[in-house]
């Protein structure tokens, strides 16, 4: 069959670097701008305004230059979100350095190689993260910050550990008739030039180095201020959930709201459902910008005991009085967000699609978007008045997006992408690169979709993860987990094959199950039915052969994906 494929460019701008402005202005401009309004938040701790983040930003600049830092060197950055990552990471930028965030959930080995890998010369962490590395394993560090105070944990220069010790005396020499918003002059940057090196979540083995030039931070962000920014309150406030050293957060609830002006709130503790649920009702953020998993488990357990009861079900069924009820139903999902956030953006991996069509039923403002690392991540996203269910959106003005299929419509193809967010390419990995990036600019995601004339694209599977049926039929498995994941008593689960079979890993809703009084030969007859009532709904090529329970949840990337590479 000959090969066809489906591009969608009415949209595109093919932006000329040189109308790229300086992304570092940015920056500048909105401390300039918001000077003496509230800035970063530690939630349930201190607040920094917009100067207070400048002038921390100028003293660690003066303490980098005294560790000998010249432009175009790494600095890494490892713990959990907070005020002082957020100034860490804008004063690596601004002084002309390559940021280079590490994921709080990495252990000891991978924080280790990262840092060696990029051949950072500082490292800022958290102060749990202290007793998690051994400086002995970084042995090119010039030195080692604590975030919470950045003061020095290693220093291996005498000028550092000086400028440290001295570091008011030398702000104070520097600005003697104080720091005003006039002395606020940094590193601008070009579009094409480096300036973070964002290592994936590892889930196939050892992180690759993804090179971001200033360009995809900037597509990223005048995206968001153009699309999503004009229709929030100029003092608006967000709340920081997501690791900010993975793109998706970094991207949307850090660097679009800081250059926007907002107030930002940070979760520093372990975002349990609970905290998240009280975070939301005590901060009550202008947007969400959540992962699949926390929208399920909030509606799942905050929502969805209100509302599915026979009364409720029954006054659904009444046309005189079915739209009120589904506006008050509306009303209380909107206030387990806070009660004001213009949408809910989903990221990251496919919503469940009960809670989907749930939540479009009610008219909530719900809509998912699309991305990766390698494109700092956007590549597609609709408003929620134009997301269409089971999509992640059209593609962004600067991205072309193409489906390499016979049928891009009806038939699923591999998402190539090319435009201002993608990539420079794979630190020190030039073989990687070639197989990301071909020779015309795609860059090949690995992601299987189709795409409907208007441009929505509508995610299948990972290229990756794909099984064939014993007679050659392709199985995604995503496609059979969000059906299991709506069953009775499942709270997640995984497709795996086992020879010509296909086997479901679940792991039950323990909560439920001791609420209930359910043994465990209860839960096994209920995943039994479970198993057989999912057969009838999938063709023959597909159906689950047997099951097998786990006894805790699946270890998941920083973006709450299945680490599936574990259990093939």
Sequence with gaps: ??????????????????????????????????????????????????????????????????????????????????????????????????????????????????????????????????????????????????????????????????????????FGKKYPNAFRREDVHWYQGTAEELCMINYTSGTTGFSKGVMLPYRALWGNVDFCQKNLGVHMPKFSRTLSILPMAHMYGMAIEFLFPFCSGYHLFFLTRLPSPAIIAEAFKEVRPDVVVAVPLIIEKIIRKRVFPKIQTNAVKLMLQMPVVKDKVKKRICQEVYAAFGGRAYEVIVGGAPLNQEIEQFLKGIDFPITVGYGTTECAPLISYSDYH??????????????????????????????????TNVMMGYYKNEEATRQAIDSEGWYHTGDLATMSQDGHIFIRGRLKNMLLGANGQN???????????????????????????????????????????????????????????????????SRIQAFELQDKEFLKTPKKSIKRYLYK
């Design 386 to 419: 134009d997301f269409v269910p089971g999509s992640c959106g059209t593609p962004l003005p600067c991205m072309e997006v193409k489906i390499v299929s016979s049928d891009p419509q009806n038939v699923e193809g591999e998402i190539i992408t090319r435009g």
């Design 1 to 170: 069959m000959c090969r066809k494929d489906i591009t969608f460019a009415q949209n595109f701008e093919n932006c000329a670097m040189k109308d790229i402005p300086s992304f570092n202005s940015y920056i500048e401009r909105t401390i300039k701008d918001n000077w003496l309004l509230d800035a970063l938040t530690d939630y349930k701790g201190a607040t920094l305004q917009y100067h207070d983040v400048a002038r921390k930003i100028e003293k660690l600049h003066i303490m980098m230059e005294a560790a000998g830092i010249q432009k175009g060197d790494r600095i890494a950055v490892c713990g959990r979100n907070s005020a002082h990552w957020a100034v860490a990471f804008l004063a690596t930028l601004t002084y002309g350095a390559v940021i280079v965030p590490i994921l709080h959930e990495f252990n000891d080995e991978q924080i280790h190689n990262i840092v060696n890998h990029s051949e950072s010369k500082l490292l800022f962490v958290g102060d749990y993260i202290v007793n998690v590395i051994d400086e002995k394993q970084m042995p090119n560090l010039e030195g080692i910050f604590n975030l919470p105070d950045f003061s020095l944990y290693v220093s291996h220069n005498e000028q550092l550990t000086d400028a440290r010790e001295r570091l008011n005396e030398l």
């Design 475 to 541: 199985v995604y498995p995503e496609e059979i987990e969000d059906k299991l994941n709506s069953m009775a008593m499942v709270s997640e689960s995984l497709i795996v094959q086992r020879g010509d079979h296909l086997v479901a890993l679940i792991y039950p809703d323990m909560d439920e199950a001791r609420n209930m009084g359910f043994n465990s030969e209860d839960i096994e007859g209920i995943m039994e039915q479970n198993r057989q009532d999912l057969n009838q709904s999938l063709p023959a090529y």
